[in-house]
Nanobody, 127 residues
Framework: QVQLVESGGGLVQAGGSLRLSCAASERTFSIYAWAWFRQAPGKAREFVAAISWDGKNTYYADSVKGRFTISRDNAKMTVYLQMNSLKPEDTAGYYC????????????????????WGQGTQVTVSS
């Protein structure tokens, strides 16, 4: 059973930054693609960002492109989401998720191609 633990959420003013982390209990971490999703109250879950299993490719939702950066550290078995220029509409619970081994996409879906999920970390951006 793979466990994913997110951290780094919190309350920040608009224009501020946060860095989310997702630590995985997955010794074969390096062969998996990883992603971040978010869900605001009363709204559907939405794709935010993904990174390919080899780290060579990243994918972003249009709403966060240019502001968020996804990265990975295979040695630490951790995925990060650096969020800059935060907006009130970024307020949501943020969840990391694992795709299949050597998965090549599509990444920006509803989450049906991801098999493990973390419990989430709350991000609240005040105006």
């Amino acid at each position: 059973q793979v466990q994913l633990v997110e951290s780094g959420g919190g309350l920040v003013q608009a224009g501020g930054s946060l860095r989310l982390s997702c630590a995985a209990s997955e010794r074969t971490f390096s062969i998996y693609a990883w992603a971040w999703f978010r869900q605001a109250p009363g709204k559907a879950r939405e794709f935010v960002a993904a990174i390919s299993w080899d780290g060579k490719n990243t994918y972003y939702a249009d709403s966060v492109k240019g502001r968020f950066t996804i990265s990975r550290d295979n040695a630490k078995m951790t995925v990060y989401l650096q969020m800059n220029s935060l907006k009130p509409e970024d307020t949501a619970g943020y969840y990391c998720a694992r795709a299949g081994a050597f998965y090549s996409g599509p990444f920006a879906d509803t989450g049906r191609n991801y098999d493990y999920w973390g419990q989430g970390t709350q991000v609240t951006v005040s105006s």
